[in-house]
């Protein structure tokens, strides 16, 4: 059978064995496919879906595509963690100096933007020398040194991922729920943590829009983890705006280091700090216990010295000041007044993406001076005039007429109060059907 015909074959809807699905991430990894059946197999899974049993399959082929660390044998106690993205998601950068510095080490393989949302590896990217680029000794070296490693997937780690992550980007098939599961456990289980935590989002900025279609994908994920001998938990949060206050790369650094100081978004904050306690409850932490010791981290000043330990020991610079900054900046107020009902954060997503902050196509060189800063959240009392957001500028040539409109379009406005969300769901279980 020709590989034309497994497309044909998902296309109209048929389940697919595991010699097609192999054909497929085989023909990914050696480049044996062209580029353009990759793209369209990827839309028919997209159209179709995969079943429990493919999704699986194509779960374990992508791993097997690879290496396999096995960090979790040789440090059991490192765990990992994942959100499945948004804006505004700074959670990253907090929470692996926060759980080395009560001593929970962390063994973490980050992705860059996807869509509208913003990479962890391209907000470290922003911090001069920082580098990602760590083989298997590289990484356990950074977990003994600082107690925590932050690596990018490399050449060698699912390298069938690599090349469907990016054509994914490009094909608008990342929404998929079996490319998603393939895509972060393959890496997941490659590189081997022996616990893992899962932030998976819902609503507006999220890739899953629905609180049904989140649950359904976290329980997909957690239950390839657990099948697969890994310790996993996952939580439902709130992406019906974004997160923090910056989306961007630079900008989300020192939102991060805002909370590590004991201070910054409390919504940020609050993420985090739930996220860091479900991975030291993993490991066996009383969660309360966990609570406690993770906020006195923050307040004495001990997450904040892991971060600049992390930050050196991956060869970068911990001076903020050597942060990129926005060449112009430009308010955004609001045209009405009364209570913020929506916030569309997709859209403000994009918008960061066309100042510099996220790629339109693979070769896209990022702006770490440009991005968005967001000033109004969901339930806010606003007045007209006052700020919704700020455009950050950075070297990318920008339509500031056109961003305006977009940003402040993703903005609405009520006469009548509104409740803020619930920031934290809880875990899958919690949340239930």
């Keep these: 059978m020709s590989f034309v015909e497994v497309i044909a074959r998902k296309r109209d809807g048929h389940t697919l064995d595991s010699d097609e699905i192999a054909a497929f991430v085989r023909g990914a990894s050696d480049g044996t496919l062209p580029p353009e059946q990759l793209a369209a197999f990827l839309m028919a899974v997209c159209w179709r879906g995969m079943d429990a049993q493919e999704t699986r399959c194509l779960t374990e082929e992508m791993l097997h595509s690879g290496e396999v660390w096995e960090v ?25 100096p926060l759980l080395a510095a009560v001593g929970t080490p962390v063994a973490m393989m980050a992705g860059r933007g996807l869509g509208h949302s913003q990479g962890t590896l391209d907000k470290l990217d922003a911090i001069p020398g920082f580098r990602t680029d760590w083989d298997r000794d590289g990484m356990l070296e950074l977990i003994d040194r600082c107690g925590a490693a932050v690596v990018a997937q490399n050449e060698h780690i699912a390298p069938a991922d690599r090349v469907l992550y990016a054509l994914r980007d490009v094909t608008a098939t990342v929404p ?36 049904a279609e989140a649950v359904e994908l976290a329980r997909a994920l ?143 060189e990022l702006a770490d001076g440009a991005g968005l800063l967001v000033h109004a959240r969901l339930g806010d009392r606003i007045d007209v005039g006052q700020p919704l957001a700020t455009v950050l500028i950075g070297e990318r040539e920008v339509n500031r007429e056109e961003v305006a409109i977009q940003v402040a379009g993703a903005f609405r406005i009520s006469p009548e109060p509104v409740s803020a969300p619930a920031l934290v769901l809880g875990t899958v279980d919690e949340v239930g059907d």
């Design 222 to 364: 957690r239950q390839v983890a657990r099948d697969m001998g890994m310790a996993c938990e996952a939580l439902i949060t709130d992406m019906n705006q974004p997160l923090g206050p910056a989306l961007g790369t630079a900008c989300e650094v020192r939102a991060a280091l805002d909370v590590l100081e004991g201070g910054g978004s409390p919504a940020l904050r609050e993420v985090a700090l739930r996220i860091a306690g479900e991975a030291m409850v993993l490991r066996g932490a009383d969660a309360a216990a966990a609570r406690s010791r993770l906020e006195a981290a923050l307040a004495d000043g001990t997450a904040r010295r892991s971060w600049d330990a992390m930050v050196a020991a991956h060869g970068g610079d911990p001076d903020p000041e050597r942060l990129a900054r926005p060449r112009l900046e430009a308010v955004i107020g609001a045209e009405s007044g009364g209570w913020v009902a929506a916030v569309d954060g997709e859209a403000l997503g994009w918008a960061a993406v066309d100042v510099g902050a996220g790629r339109r196509t693979r070769d896209d």
């Design 176 to 211: 998929s729920l079996p490319l998603i599961v393939g895509s972060i456990m393959s890496k997941k289980l490659a590189l081997g943590a022996s616990a893992l935590v899962l932030d998976v989002k819902w609503g507006s900025g999220a890739f899953r829009k629905t609180l």
């Design 72 to 96: 979790g044998r040789l440090r059991p106690d490192a765990v990992d963690k994942h959100s499945t993205g948004g804006v505004g998601d700074t959670v990253s950068l907090i929470l692996a």
